[in-house]
């Protein structure tokens, strides 16, 4: 917590990257079933139920409860592999735009935003 009773921009950040994508989980679920094993059952609920913890965290960061760091850590990290397969499906999809792709003939040593 700063001296001034303020939120760092970092928290802020956080918080709006939480509800935004919390609250797209709600509304467009089917964007993020793709991302859920087909292994586990109730895929389109895991989507809700993702969606609602991402705002509770973005409600707890917002309002500096204690728990909200370390919920919001342990959500990333249960979050992490379906994330990562949604960035190589769009390195391998031809259609996505060209600012989320690789460049091409890029190596893995290659500066990439």
Same mark, same amino acid.
């Given at each position: ?7 760092? +921009?970092?928290?802020?950040?956080? !918080?709006?990257? =939480? @509800?935004? #994508? ?9 964007? =993020?079933?793709?991302?859920?094993? +087909? %292994? *586990?059952? &109730? /895929?389109? #609920?895991?989507?809700? @139920?993702?969606?609602? @913890?991402?705002?509770?965290? %973005? ?8 728990? &909200?760091?370390? %919920? @919001?850590?342990? *959500?990333? *990290? !249960?979050? $992490?592999?379906?994330? $990562?397969?949604? &960035?190589?499906? !769009?390195?391998?999809?031809?259609? &996505?735009?060209?600012?989320?792709? +690789?460049? #091409?003939?890029? %190596?893995? /040593?290659? #500066? $990439?935003?």
């Amino acid at each position: 917590m700063t001296t001034s009773g303020r939120l760092r +921009r970092s928290t802020v950040s956080m !918080v709006v990257v =939480f @509800a935004v #994508s919390g609250t797209v989980h709600l509304v467009r679920p089917q964007v =993020f079933e793709p991302l859920v094993p +087909r %292994a *586990l059952p &109730a /895929r389109r #609920s895991l989507v809700y @139920a993702s969606g609602i @913890a991402e705002l509770i965290c %973005a409600g707890g960061l917002l309002t500096r409860r204690r728990w &909200a760091p370390g %919920a @919001a850590t342990v *959500l990333l *990290l !249960v979050l $992490w592999p379906g994330n $990562w397969k949604m &960035a190589i499906d !769009v390195q391998r999809d031809p259609r &996505a735009r060209p600012v989320l792709r +690789r460049p #091409s003939g890029c %190596a893995s /040593r290659c #500066s $990439w935003p």
